[in-house]
């Protein structure tokens, strides 16, 4: 099982904050939250990724709630290329291995 | 290379015949994964290696589904006797290390059209 759960679909005006929920109320003390996102026809791409603390890079913002059973991805300032599908992750073992949800497809309008 | 490059990016076999995938990490990366997307879902995990050895194949769905990486590099995944439900996209991804705070680099993917 993916272990979260996210809505099936968001839309968000260009130019605007795109953010993105995600619930994972089962997540373990030392499982990270990671968020990759799908671009039609390509591989997913990583975005970001956080264990308890509110985390930034240059794509995204990753808001951790204190409880840890949810979280928010936020893009800043959304572009019609933001346009894909994201998925917010649990890792759930020591190698890596990535159990994917349905996402949450965002469609970003001019 | 810059990242991680899958070959071919498209094959259409016939029912039936045997299919190889290729996939080429992102040099010097320890972990490679290969997982399924259907149509319209999520990318389901298949196999997993640490250099050459295949430590986790909990999600391949037969056994005409095998994979290898015998040099700790490039790795192989093939199908035999390919049936129509194995259409999907295959994708490769590799991690520098194997800690629980890395992240993957996802290749392309070959989308696997049986006929």
């Known amino acids: 099982d993916a272990k979260t759960t996210q809505p099936t679909s968001m839309d968000c005006a260009e130019g605007r904050a795109a953010n993105l929920p995600c619930n994972h109320s089962?997540?373990?003390?030392?499982?990270?939250v990671y968020w990759y996102r799908q671009i039609h026809s390509q591989g997913p791409q990583y975005i970001i990724h956080g264990l308890k603390n509110n985390e930034t890079n240059e794509m995204a913002s990753l808001i951790i709630t204190e409880d840890r059973k949810s979280s928010t991805l936020i893009l800043p300032h959304a572009t019609l290329r933001d346009t894909a599908v994201y998925y917010c992750?649990?890792?759930?073992?020591?190698?890596?291995?990535?159990?994917f949800g349905q996402g949450t497809t965002l469609q970003v309008k001019p | 290379g810059a990242g991680v490059s899958q070959s071919p990016r498209y094959k259409v076999a016939k029912r039936g015949q045997d299919v190889a995938l290729r996939c080429d990490p992102i040099?010097?990366?320890?972990?490679l994964f290969w997982y399924q997307q259907a149509l319209g879902q999520g990318p389901e995990f298949l196999t997993y290696?640490?250099?050459?050895?295949?430590?986790?194949k909990s999600g391949l769905p037969s056994d005409r589904f095998f994979a290898e990486r015998p040099e700790g590099s490039v790795s192989t995944l093939k199908i035999q006797r390919t049936q129509q439900e194995d259409s999907a996209v295959y994708l490769c991804?590799?991690?520098?290390?194997?800690?629980?705070?890395?992240?993957?680099?996802f290749g392309q993917g070959t989308r696997l059209t049986v006929v």
């Open positions: 992750i649990v890792r759930v073992d020591f190698v890596g291995k990535l159990i």
């Open positions: 089962t997540i373990s003390g030392n499982e990270y």
């Open positions: 991804a590799s991690t520098l290390g194997t800690a629980m705070n890395t992240e993957a680099f």
């Open positions: 290696f640490q250099n050459e050895a295949q430590l986790d």
């Open positions: 040099s010097g990366h320890v972990s």
